[in-house]
Nanobody
Framework: QVQLVESGGGLVQAGASLRLSCAAS????????MGWFRQAPGKERDFVAAITSSATYTDYADSGKGRFTISRDNAKNTVYLQMNSLPPEDTAVYYCAARKTTSGSSWYNLGSYEYWGQGTQVTVSS
């Protein structure tokens, strides 16, 4: 069992930066790939970024490449998402997720994740 709690969201102006955190409980955090997703009002939940268990590999949606950085601290059971140069289009609820340990599907796929946080709202004003 893994419980995830996101924090760090808020209301910022366009061009600002935010760092989201996702604190995990449970013994399997360090062995799981972690992902960030986001969902804007009336839209589907979309992949944002992912990081492998030992942080060897990271991946980003095109919308975040060059602006977002995903990282993790396994000693603290925490995964982070640094977001820079935020435009209003980044407004959404951001969710972190823990991938299934035996998933064979792509990490872009929501179904490959087993545990989800409650989300944190990010609002970027113009």
């Amino acid at each position: 069992q893994v419980q995830l709690v996101e924090s760090g969201g808020g209301l910022v102006q366009a061009g600002a930066s935010l760092r989201l955190s996702c604190a995990a409980s449970g013994r399997t955090f360090s062995s799981r790939t972690m992902g960030w997703f986001r969902q804007a009002p009336g839209k589907e939940r979309d992949f944002v970024a992912a990081i492998t268990s030992s942080a060897t590999y990271t991946d980003y949606a095109d919308s975040g490449k060059g602006r977002f950085t995903i990282s993790r601290d396994n000693a603290k059971n925490t995964v982070y998402l640094q977001m820079n140069s935020l435009p209003p289009e980044d407004t959404a609820v951001y969710y972190c997720a823990a991938r299934k340990t035996t998933s064979g599907s792509s990490w872009y796929n929501l179904g490959s994740y087993e545990y989800w946080g409650q989300g944190t709202q990010v609002t970027v004003s113009s």
